[in-house]
Structure formats: C-alpha cells, structure tokens
C-alpha cells in the first residue's frame, strides 16, 4: 500500500473523496477552514488546501479502480505509465499538522530563481526573478541588453508564479 497523489476535475475533490471512500480506498483531503466573503454575507468553508488534487492510499492493482471514478482526471505521475508513490512521511507530515490548530494557508510553490509577478503592495504588476539573500526574498528586474538588474525586497505571500 502506497499513497498517490491525484488529479481531479476542478472543485470535485470533496464528490471524489466520497466516491472513493464508497469503494473502500483509503483517501486523504486536507481541507482548510477559511472565510468566504460574498456580497451579500460572509460565511466560513472548508476548502482543499491543495485544490485539484488529493491522496489515495492503495496498491497497484486498484489504482486502475481509482483512476476510472467518476471525476479523477489522472494519477499523478514522473512517468506517463507509472504513477510515482508519494513518501509515507510527507503524507503523515501534512495529517500531523492537519491535526493541530495552526492556521494553513494554500501557498505556490515557489523556488528561488523562478519568474514570479507580484500581485499585491507598491510593486503590484512587477515581474521579475526570486532570490533569496540573507534570509529575505527579493525580486530582481533585469535589464538583459545591459545585463544588469535591480533588487526589492518583497513579502513572499504578495508574489504568484508566472
């Protein structure tokens, strides 16, 4: 038994869940309890921490079971034919802090040297590189004719992947 990661149609993680749990697959829906604000009223729901997708513990023999339920798009995989099992520990990891009170917050995964745009504060619109320096992100705007380039530091909740 490993743990897989899967892809399913979007906002559908919560039907899959279901489905895959009346076939009797282990699931794992991390679900963050967040404010919705609409017009006319604000109200709390849990949402996918990670939207789009969700974890399954089984064997290889039923991921065929898995990938044929209602609303899984695909198995997420290195190789197009073999899904690649997630490591127990990142998965026990995330139902540790599930588990606690700690608020959680979706975030992109961002490494450093990636083209990233700001999306909030002063530089909103910027697009530029991520580097780290001295334990602050910064945003460098380069110049390619003149190779040269200019840094801001900035918060890495206001910047979004390109």
């Given at each position: 038994?490993?743990?897989?990661?899967?892809?399913?149609?979007?906002?559908?993680?919560?039907?899959?869940?279901?489905?895959?749990?009346?076939?009797?697959?282990?699931?794992?829906?991390?679900?963050?309890?967040?404010?919705?604000?609409?017009?006319?009223?604000?109200?709390?729901?849990?949402?996918?921490?990670?939207?789009?997708?969700?974890?399954?513990?089984?064997?290889?023999?039923?991921?065929?079971?898995?990938?044929?339920?209602?609303?899984?798009?695909?198995?997420?995989?290195?190789?197009?034919?073999?899904p690649t099992p997630i490591p127990?520990?990142?998965?026990?990891?995330?139902?540790?802090?599930?588990?606690?009170?700690?608020?959680?917050?979706?975030?992109?995964?961002?490494?450093?040297?990636?083209?990233?745009?700001?999306?909030a504060g002063p530089l909103k619109?910027?697009?530029?590189?991520?580097?780290?320096?001295?334990?602050?992100?910064?945003?460098?705007?380069?110049?390619?004719?003149?190779?040269?380039?200019?840094?801001?530091?900035?918060?890495?909740?206001?910047?979004?992947?390109?």
């Open positions: 038994m490993k743990w897989y990661a899967i892809h399913t149609r979007s906002r559908h993680e919560k039907q899959v869940d279901t489905f895959l749990r009346e076939r009797g697959i282990e699931t794992f829906l991390p679900l963050v309890h967040t404010l919705s604000r609409r017009k006319d009223r604000k109200t709390y729901i849990d949402i996918p921490l990670f939207p789009g997708y969700m974890f399954v513990n089984t064997d290889k023999e039923r991921l065929f079971d898995v990938k044929y339920t209602r609303g899984v798009t695909r198995i997420i995989g290195t190789d197009v034919d073999a127990d520990k990142q998965i026990l990891d995330m139902k540790s802090i599930m588990e606690t009170d700690v608020q959680l917050d979706p975030f992109p995964y961002l490494e450093k040297g990636r083209t990233v745009r700001v999306k619109g910027v697009e530029g590189v991520l580097v780290e320096r001295k334990g602050h992100y910064k945003l460098v705007i380069r110049i390619d004719l003149l190779q040269k380039g200019a840094a801001a530091e900035v918060y890495i909740s206001d910047i979004e992947p390109i």
